[in-house]
């Protein structure tokens, strides 16, 4: 669901793509539904390519985005109380995702995560897991 979703570097916000061009990709931004063009020179990441460091392994960001969902019921999250200090932001993000390097995810990459998960419920996004991923992940269990 992540797939068409992006995210770029220097504007604000997140941005679902429309189409392809030769040397440039059309996207709507969501929420204003203003459509702009970038380019080759912009730095542009879909949201399913973002993976949060654990211990262990990387996890999904779409993984963390359905934990999220799930444990606050598809409400969004509130900025101001979550985010006043440093300690609360982890502390919040311990709950999501117990398993997280708490050396390499800072402070400001929970406060950008908390950012795109209220912009994506706002504007109608509930699944955050395509279809396909569960099976991979099934596939790799039994490997």
């Given at each position: ?33 203003r459509r702009i063009p970038t380019y ?45 200090d440093n300690d609360s932001l982890r ?53």
């Amino acid at each position: 669901m992540l797939q068409p979703i992006l995210s770029i570097s220097g504007k604000s916000g997140l941005f679902r793509l429309i189409s392809r061009g030769k040397n440039t990709l059309i996207v709507e931004a969501i929420g204003t539904g203003r459509r702009i063009p970038t380019y080759s020179s912009d730095r542009i990441v879909s949201l399913s390519d973002i993976s949060i460091y654990t211990i262990e392994d990387d996890k999904p960001l779409s993984e963390v985005m359905e934990t999220i969902y799930s444990r606050h019921e598809g409400k969004q999250l509130d900025v101001a109380t979550l985010g006043k200090d440093n300690d609360s932001l982890r502390a919040f993000f311990a709950e999501v995702l117990p398993e997280y390097d708490v050396d390499r995810v800072y402070p400001s990459d929970i406060r950008k995560i908390i950012s795109w998960y209220n912009i994506l419920v706002d504007n109608g996004f509930t699944t955050f897991l395509s279809e396909e991923e569960p099976a991979e992940a099934e596939e790799k269990e039994n490997e």
